[in-house]
């Protein structure tokens, strides 16, 4: 009975291997056309979807780039379309716009006079499309004055678009449209986030750089109409009287205290109006710098510059905007943010708001989010991305080949024939290349290997040592090796989804740590504004710094591996067939 299957075996061995060898040509495929699961055939060559516009893939001209009636100009209008389309503009064009810019800027003084009427605007953050969306609503900017107060950049993945075209209207209206520093205008936080990371795959970090340059040069402060304070955070145990702005060096790296960094990072209390605290200013341990001001701490500061409102950006609103207590000398809100990135990070679901103010006159307008194309995480490419899907599939086939026969089917013989048959070594390995497998394959105490697995573990160095032990001990290695593979590459696809639902709540960068604790319970919490935003605040930080960053960097490599050790060492499943294939 036994030599009965032994050669049954045999021949579906020899089979096997003649089919192998034999095998027939590859059938001619037609790589332009693919047909879809209804059966519908497209083109592999266009757009599938030709309603959604191809991305301008040229960059333009000189003659295209520049004003045809003011050649020292950006054409505005075409600079507008080819950055909607996703085009991007030559080394040498970029910088012009960003070094013309910069000029400008430093002329400008560090505490701005805005008259009215005027749109004042809060934080854009790469949204360009939604930019866009905001001089729809707030007026062209060739006939409306405009004040931003900072945050071009990070956090979305279009900041560059923004930047330039920012740049290149104030360009052409340099007495009309005015641009503040916001915290994110850094190399600090920019490095952390996306905006490095996006010069680079954009542009370079020549244009990086020049950047870095010029926002060093942005103005921190406005009055707007001589009543309202305009900046980024808010006001500082530092800021007694308007003067003290007026004097500040802002050309520099911001600080991590002090005035300017205050200017740029400080928010009002939490229970704004209701403090139970005396002090005026309280330490931000949400943003781990700067200061939260009370409200009597901005009352104190309007009435002694006989100033009517704080208005600020810097927080996500679910509206938009938010007024906060009243003075009570006055009756006007003593506080105001705006923020003008709707649907911020593609989770808020918030609207976003700008403020125009004309004849004395305050009107908020809101605004939905416009779509926009997208982007990977880091903005990688598709093949990075899906390395670990068809990483995890393919290690899971080789354990699957690898378990395909019983406890019984491996402890029985499998003759070969005597006069055996001729080894193609284009195709498979010969016996003696395979480590000895002649002797285990004749023995009748232990399992044995098919050609095949042999051939393929052939493919991997074998042991130094050529003894029966250092053999098995070596195939056992190479099983857990390919389940130590497996494991890596689910847990790094586990992570790229995680990665791809979460990447908007870390500007491409999540929280260090965040994938290890697992991305259920963070999916779970994102279904509202406030969750959303509670989810994010670890985002709302000053970030760690570069060396910081590398160490918990490797934390998590570190971490990665124990847990794919442990996993593995902990497998019944693959621990079982290491033992049933290394047994000599």
Same mark, same amino acid.
């Given at each position: 009975?036994?030599?009965?299957?032994?050669?049954?075996?045999?021949?579906?061995?020899?089979?096997?291997?003649?089919?192998?060898?034999?095998?027939?040509?590859?059938?001619?495929?037609?790589?332009?056309?693919?047909?879809? &699961?209804?059966?519908?055939?497209?083109?592999?060559?266009?757009?599938?979807?030709?309603?959604?516009?191809?991305? +301008?893939?040229?960059?333009?001209?000189?003659?295209?780039?520049?004003?045809?009636?003011?050649?020292?100009?950006?054409?505005?209008?075409?600079?507008?379309?080819?950055?909607?389309?996703?085009?991007?503009?030559?080394?040498?064009?970029?910088?012009?716009?960003?070094?013309?810019?910069?000029? !400008?800027?430093?002329?400008?003084?560090?505490? @701005?006079?805005?008259?009215?009427?005027?749109?004042?605007?809060?934080? %854009?953050?790469?949204? #360009?499309?939604?930019?866009?969306?905001?001089?729809?609503?707030?007026?062209?900017?060739?006939?409306? /004055?405009?004040?931003?107060?900072?945050? #071009?950049?990070?956090?979305?993945?279009?900041?560059?678009?923004?930047?330039?075209?920012?740049?290149?209207?104030?360009?052409?209206?340099? *007495?009309?449209?005015?641009?503040?520093?916001?915290?994110?205008?850094?190399?600090?936080?920019?490095?952390?986030?996306?905006?490095? @990371?996006?010069?680079?795959?954009?542009?370079?970090?020549?244009?990086?750089? +020049?950047?870095?340059?010029?926002?060093?040069?942005?103005?921190?402060?406005?009055?707007?109409?001589?009543?309202?304070?305009?900046?980024?955070?808010?006001?500082?145990?530092?800021?007694?009287?308007?003067?003290? =702005?007026?004097?500040?060096?802002?050309?520099? $790296?911001?600080?991590?205290?002090?005035?300017?960094?205050?200017?740029?990072?400080?928010?009002?209390?939490?229970?704004?109006?209701?403090?139970?605290?005396?002090?005026?200013? %309280?330490?931000?341990?949400?943003?781990?710098?700067?200061?939260?001001?009370?409200?009597?701490?901005?009352?104190?500061?309007? &009435?002694?510059?006989?100033?009517?409102? !704080?208005?600020?950006?810097?927080?996500?609103?679910?509206?938009? #905007?938010?007024?906060?207590?009243?003075?009570?000398?006055?009756?006007?809100?003593?506080?105001?943010?705006?923020?003008?990135?709707?649907?911020?990070?593609?989770?808020?679901?918030?609207?976003?708001?700008?403020?125009?103010?004309?004849?004395?006159?305050?009107?908020?307008?809101?605004?939905?989010?416009?779509?926009?194309?997208?982007?990977?995480?880091?903005?990688?490419?598709?093949?990075?991305?899906?390395?670990?899907?068809?990483?995890?599939?393919?290690?899971?086939? @080789?354990?699957?080949?690898?378990?395909?026969?019983?406890?019984? &089917?491996?402890?029985?013989?499998?003759?070969?024939?005597?006069?055996?048959?001729?080894?193609?070594?284009?195709?498979?390995?010969?016996?003696?290349?395979?480590?000895?497998?002649?002797?285990?394959?004749?023995?009748?105490?232990?399992?044995?290997?098919?050609?095949?697995?042999? +051939?393929?573990?052939?493919?991997?160095?074998?042991?130094?040592?050529?003894?029966?032990?250092?053999?098995?001990?070596?195939?056992?290695?190479?099983?857990?090796?390919?389940?130590?593979?497996?494991?890596?590459?689910?847990?790094?696809?586990?992570?790229?989804?995680?990665?791809?639902?979460?990447?908007?709540?870390?500007?491409?960068?999540?929280?260090?740590?965040?994938?290890?604790?697992?991305?259920?319970?963070?999916? *779970?919490?994102?279904?509202?504004?406030? $969750?959303?935003?509670?989810?994010?605040?670890?985002?709302?930080?000053?970030?760690?710094?570069?060396?910081?960053?590398?160490?918990?960097? $490797?934390?998590?490599?570190?971490? /990665?591996?124990?847990?794919?050790?442990?996993?593995?060492?902990?497998?019944?499943?693959?621990?079982? =067939?290491?033992?049933?294939?290394?047994?000599?």
């Amino acid at each position: 009975m036994s030599d009965d299957i032994a050669t049954t075996n045999s021949l579906k061995l020899e089979n096997a291997i003649r089919a192998f060898q034999q095998r027939k040509p590859v059938p001619k495929v037609d790589l332009t056309m693919h047909t879809l &699961e209804d059966g519908t055939q497209v083109s592999t060559v266009e757009r599938v979807v030709k309603t959604v516009r191809a991305p +301008a893939w040229r960059k333009p001209t000189d003659e295209q780039f520049f004003d045809k009636n003011d050649p020292t100009k950006p054409d505005l209008e075409f600079l507008k379309e080819h950055l909607y389309c996703e085009g991007r503009l030559t080394d040498e064009q970029a910088l012009y716009i960003i070094e013309t810019g910069t000029k !400008i800027l430093r002329e400008e003084p560090t505490l @701005l006079d805005v008259d009215a009427p005027v749109t004042v605007c809060g934080d %854009v953050h790469g949204q #360009y499309y939604d930019l866009m969306k905001l001089f729809e609503v707030g007026g062209s900017p060739s006939t409306t /004055r405009y004040l931003f107060m900072g945050d #071009y950049v990070d956090r979305g993945y279009f900041s560059i678009e923004c930047v330039l075209y920012l740049w290149a209207l104030k360009i052409w209206y340099p *007495n009309s449209v005015f641009l503040l520093r916001g915290n994110h205008e850094c190399r600090h936080l920019t490095d952390y986030f996306t905006f490095k @990371l996006e010069c680079k795959h954009k542009y370079n970090l020549n244009i990086y750089d +020049a950047c870095m340059e010029s926002f060093c040069a942005l103005p921190l402060a406005a009055i707007m109409n001589k009543q309202f304070l305009c900046v980024h955070g808010g006001i500082s145990p530092e800021l007694r009287t308007l003067d003290d =702005l007026r004097t500040l060096n802002r050309f520099r $790296e911001p600080p991590t205290h002090g005035l300017m960094c205050d200017l740029l990072w400080a928010d009002p209390i939490e229970d704004f109006g209701r403090e139970r605290t005396t002090e005026l200013f %309280v330490n931000n341990h949400t943003r781990g710098c700067s200061y939260y001001y009370t409200y009597a701490a901005a009352c104190e500061f309007l &009435e002694r510059n006989n100033l009517l409102s !704080i208005i600020r950006a810097h927080e996500a609103q679910d509206a938009g #905007y938010r007024t906060y207590r009243k003075t009570k000398t006055t009756g006007f809100p003593s506080v105001m943010t705006i923020f003008s990135a709707p649907n911020y990070l593609d989770a808020y679901n918030n609207k976003a708001a700008v403020l125009k103010y004309e004849n004395n006159v305050m009107n908020i307008r809101q605004f939905n989010h416009t779509p926009h194309p997208y982007w990977l995480p880091n903005f990688m490419d598709v093949f990075t991305w899906s390395l670990p899907f068809v990483g995890e599939k393919i290690t899971d086939m @080789l354990i699957a080949i690898l378990n395909v026969c019983t406890k019984e &089917e491996l402890e029985e013989e499998t003759v070969l024939p005597d006069d055996g048959f001729e080894y193609n070594s284009n195709n498979i390995a010969p016996p003696h290349a395979l480590g000895g497998a002649q002797g285990r394959g004749s023995s009748s105490t232990g399992p044995i290997l098919s050609p095949q697995l042999m +051939a393929a573990a052939a493919a991997v160095p074998g042991p130094v040592d050529d003894t029966p032990e250092a053999r098995r001990n070596a195939m056992k290695n190479k099983i857990l090796a390919i389940g130590r593979m497996s494991r890596m590459f689910q847990l790094l696809r586990q992570e790229a989804e995680s990665v791809n639902e979460l990447k908007a709540f870390s500007g491409g960068k999540l929280p260090s740590g965040t994938l290890l604790l697992g991305s259920e319970g963070i999916k *779970n919490a994102i279904t509202s504004f406030e $969750e959303a935003r509670r989810v994010d605040l670890i985002n709302e930080s000053l970030p760690p710094t570069h060396d910081q960053v590398l160490e918990q960097e $490797e934390k998590n490599r570190q971490n /990665r591996v124990e847990k794919v050790i442990n996993e593995v060492n902990q497998d019944e499943k693959i621990q079982r =067939l290491a033992r049933r294939l290394s047994r000599g």
